[in-house]
């Protein structure tokens, strides 16, 4: 049984009937016919090699264990030979061609691939052939589906047909055409019957299709050929068989014969066999007394070593007449082991222990007959604690018995099951791991085993919660932050609607916090911070939301209380809970808060716009006054008219020539080298003079604006780059931002092309920073053009990471290639644990995922080393730079390129 691969997905209703290769039982019958491949056969997924012949084993240089569970990419001298191999044999379809490959000296030696095959979804087979110029047999007019038999009957010498339903010979290999076909007119239409072979010379394989079948010719009399194995080709195939194979007489049963198979796994020598008969390696079995010497019976049967010991063996026999003496072929196929034959697992023994996942092995009554060393490390079993039980032992108690029965359901639908459980270890412990049985059964259909795969998730969830718990708590507090607030928000405005009620939205300011810390210290300030987040939640309904917005600023969700009628009912809540004196560290402390507040509907329906709203009411009671609370009104912001008025000057702002860019450098933190610089847009109004882009991105995006201020952008911003690289023959890049309007446009793709072939700036030297809204966008466009940017070589970074969409997942999904570090995060090194964790825990996953990182806003040296130290790739900030206009970077780059000089 090869214990390679443990599942087995269930055949596609469109795919032909082809058999699995890769299960143990059955691949006991067709082992042989690829060994009398004279070519080298290899079957195969994209990635792991799953069965090969000798044959192959002579050309790759390699014993079958080296190969078989080998990842395929161990075959190739290199990754990219393998990559262009794979993407021309699997997806491509090729068949034929020349392959590169690596021998285990050292030497590459390149082969001739004479046939690649789809076995079945994920599995294909391979041809090799040492001599470049050899040509496969042409197979008579195949089948029109592409199936791996008629390529391997090919190259068997053996007389192969394919016959359809009806009993018609569908199709036959030259060794058929030159055996069976009389007076050489094609075989290729006629009935079967015709031929009158007997039933006892043909082996019957599946067919391509339903009701098909493939028959292999053996001794029957149209063959010029005979099958006795003391030929120099057949004996070959004879000895070299992987399974155990018997020749005996039928007058005593006499082994006349045994190949080396054999000779391992009964432990007897070619002698020894031959002074044996059937009878000396089956011992009596009284509950089968009456069919102990029914030697040519198919079934499973012990059989007993030299040494003595037992062991479960399925037989396959055939009867054949050699020369004057009719004779039978036994193939003996090992089972694993019941419990009460002991733990002996022989097959595949090495790679079964030394596998990193746990496997479990059931007998077809749910005992367990074998585990491996890993099972032992995670359950804390040991092997001589679990024979014989059932894998109930480790059952947490925390499914119900639907979940299992839908389990073995699937298990008998399918014939494997996989899926997150949560199990028991000796000790006690729950844990979660993620699971995979899978059912093998014999050629009859019968269950022999189940084989459970499982590894431990345990640290994987607790890495996930971890940092989960950093992205969307605040840990000085323990509330949630701003972005878990916002799917807080998104349930409280479908409920709001529902009851059509309005919502509070409260932005919390201590008064003079900054006193706090700089008179008592942060620690001080910290622990009056957690005590400020539990009075709030204290003092306020439970159906409202409390979250740290950040620094000393709270915001608070709730719904409208029917009664009081009064919307100030819970900012005088807050407002009271801030008038007993707190009392960190044995002070007693007298505090104030400045509230602003914003109401759902009237203020806003975005968050991001109460949120704004809320601070500007807020800031107004600052300036009331402090320790107070003011609700929003329009007159608190910019006037409608200022803010046409500004829409009206930006849309004039690209014809006028008035928007430009400025540079600020990224630097590489290992080297200190300047390795590219982010262009960032910036508005010199005639009469506002340069005008920061907080103050017009906003209403370009809103009014639509930013489309074409962002191609301006990328254009400007390739062209001056190309210029700058030929004049100082440097290879730096420059990092644009892409607003999401922007992104979504259908001639997206088509702009960036466009750009880089007029500006000539090679694509590997722009890269595009979007935030995680947009990387996320629900749309099969956008994600395409993703994967378009990254063939073109262009490279993609998240921007402000960590402070958007809540799932990590699409990092793995996407072509993303570096993440950008928010500065919040990086302004809070130094200052807070909670940021230091925050930017250790990107930094760990972008590891992981092989991401670069660039940290935005380093401002101190004590960020900088703290970044250097953390494994972070690059930064940019003040501390080594502002954003600069074009002229100061180009002095910067001859600055940077004459040291470059000097050092050289």
């Known amino acids: 049984m090869d214990f390679s691969p443990f599942r087995r997905p269930p055949p596609e209703p469109s795919e032909p009937l082809v058999p699995d290769l890769s299960d143990g039982a059955e691949a006991g019958l067709y082992l042989a016919l690829f060994e009398l491949v004279e070519e080298g056969l290899i079957i195969t997924s994209d990635e792991t090699i799953l069965e090969v012949n ?69 599995v294909h087979a391979l041809v090799l052939s040492p001599d470049l110029g050899a040509l496969p047999e042409p197979f008579v007019e195949a089948p029109p589906r592409d199936n791996i038999w008629p390529r391997l009957a090919a190259a068997v010498k053996q007389a192969v047909l394919v016959v359809d339903q009806l009993g018609r010979i569908s199709a036959a290999n030259a060794a058929a055409q030159a055996t069976l076909s009389r007076e050489r007119t094609p075989l290729v239409g006629y009935s079967l019957a015709s031929l009158k072979l007997e039933e006892r010379n043909l082996r019957r394989l599946p067919g391509p299709q339903d009701g098909w079948e493939i028959l292999i010719v053996g001794n029957g009399e149209p063959m010029s050929r005979s099958n006795d194995p003391a030929t120099s080709h057949y004996r070959r195939i004879f000895e070299h068989s992987p399974l155990p194979t018997l020749l005996c007489s039928r007058n005593g049963w ?166 997150e459980i949560w199990n028991r270890r000796k000790n006690g412990d729950i844990y979660p791991e993620w699971l995979s049985i899978t059912r093998v059964a014999n050629l009859r259909g019968e269950t022999l085993h189940y084989v459970a795969m499982f590894s431990d998730m345990t640290e994987r969830k607790r890495l996930d919660a971890q940092l989960e718990y950093l992205t969307k708590y605040d840990k000085l507090t323990g509330l949630p932050n701003r972005q878990l607030l916002e799917s807080y928000y998104a349930d409280f405005v479908a409920h709001a609607r529902r009851l059509r009620q309005p919502l509070l939205l409260m932005l919390v300011d201590i008064d003079h916090f900054k006193n706090i810390n700089d008179g008592l210290g942060r620690s001080t300030g910290d622990a009056l911070l957690r005590e400020v987040a539990a009075r709030i939640c204290d003092a306020l309904p439970q159906d409202t939301v409390v979250a740290r917005q950040g620094g000393d600023e709270f915001l608070v969700l709730a719904p409208q209380p029917a009664t009081p009628a009064d919307p100030a009912h819970i900012a005088k809540l807050l407002r009271d809970a801030f008038s007993r004196p707190f009392g960190p560290d044995g002070r007693e402390l007298t505090l104030a808060a400045s509230i602003g507040i914003a109401l759902f509907p009237d203020d806003g329906v975005d968050l991001d716009i109460l949120i704004r709203n809320a601070e500007a009411a807020m800031y107004q009671a600052k300036r009331d006054g402090r320790n107070s609370y003011h609700f929003y009104t329009d007159d608190l912001n910019t006037s409608a008219f200022e803010r046409l008025a500004y829409e009206s000057s930006l849309r004039r702002s690209l014809p006028n020539k008035e928007m430009l860019l400025y540079w600020q450098p990224q630097f590489d933190l290992a080297s200190g080298r300047l390795i590219g610089a982010e262009a960032l847009m910036r508005w010199q109004h005639p009469d506002l003079g340069l005008v920061a882009p907080g103050r017009f991105i906003p209403i370009a995006e809103e009014s639509g604006l930013i489309v074409q201020l962002g191609s301006w952008a990328l254009e400007e911003a390739c062209r001056q780059m190309r210029a700058w690289r030929l004049r100082f023959g440097c290879d730096i890049h420059v990092a644009v931002n892409i607003s999401s309007l922007q992104f979504r446009q259908s001639d997206f793709l088509a702009s960036v092309k466009s750009v880089l072939e007029q500006t000539g700036l090679p694509a590997t030297a722009l890269e595009l920073e979007m935030t995680e809204t947009v990387v996320m966008h629900d749309d099969h466009a956008a994600t395409l053009a993703l994967f378009a940017l990254q063939e073109l070589g262009v490279k993609l970074a998240i921007d402000d990471f960590g402070t958007g969409y809540s799932s990590l997942a699409y990092l793995r999904r996407f072509p993303i290639h570096t993440l950008k570090i928010d500065r919040s995060f990086v302004h809070e090194i130094g200052r807070s644990d909670d940021g230091e964790a925050i930017v250790s825990a990107i930094l760990s996953l972008a590891g992981s995922l092989r991401l670069k990182v660039v940290a935005e806003g380093v401002e101190t040296q004590a960020q900088q080393d703290y970044l250097r130290a953390a494994g972070c790739d690059a930064v940019q900030g003040f501390l080594l730079g502002r954003p600069m206009p074009a002229s100061e970077f180009s002095l910067l780059l001859e600055r940077t390129n004459d040291a470059s000089d000097r050092r050289g």
């Open 254 to 419: 006499r082994i006349v014969d045994a190949n080396f198979a054999a000779e391992a796994a009964y432990g007897y020598s070619l002698d020894e066999f031959r002074k044996l008969t059937l009878d000396d390696l089956r011992p009596v079995d009284r509950s089968h007394e009456g069919e102990r010497r029914s030697h040519i019976a198919e079934g499973i049967w012990k059989h007993r070593r030299k040494d003595g010991t037992l062991f479960q063996a399925e037989i396959f026999s055939n009867s054949i007449e050699a020369g004057e003496h009719a004779s039978h072929v036994l193939i003996a196929h090992e089972l694993p082991p019941t419990p009460n034959e002991g733990p002996r697992l022989k097959l595949s023994s090495e790679i079964f222990d030394a596998s990193s996942q746990a496997i479990l092995i059931t007998d077809a009554d749910n005992l367990i007959v074998a585990v491996n060393t890993a099972f032992s490390k995670i359950t804390g079993y040991a092997k001589h604690e679990v024979l014989g039980k059932t894998p109930q032992i480790l059952s947490s108690g925390r499914h119900d018995a639907d979940f299992y029965r839908q389990m073995w359901a699937t298990i008998g639908n399918e014939d494997a099951w996989q899926g």
């Open 54 to 122: 000798s044959a192959a084993c002579e050309l790759l240089q390699r014993s079958y264990p080296q190969l078989v569970g080998r990842p395929l990419a161990e075959l190739f001298p290199s990754e990219a030979a393998f990559l262009s191999a794979r993407a021309t044999l699997f997806v491509e379809g090729a068949s034929r061609g020349s392959l590169l490959l690596g021998m285990p000296d050292g030497e590459r030696r390149r082969l001739r691939c004479l046939a690649a095959a789809r076995v079945r979804p994920g």
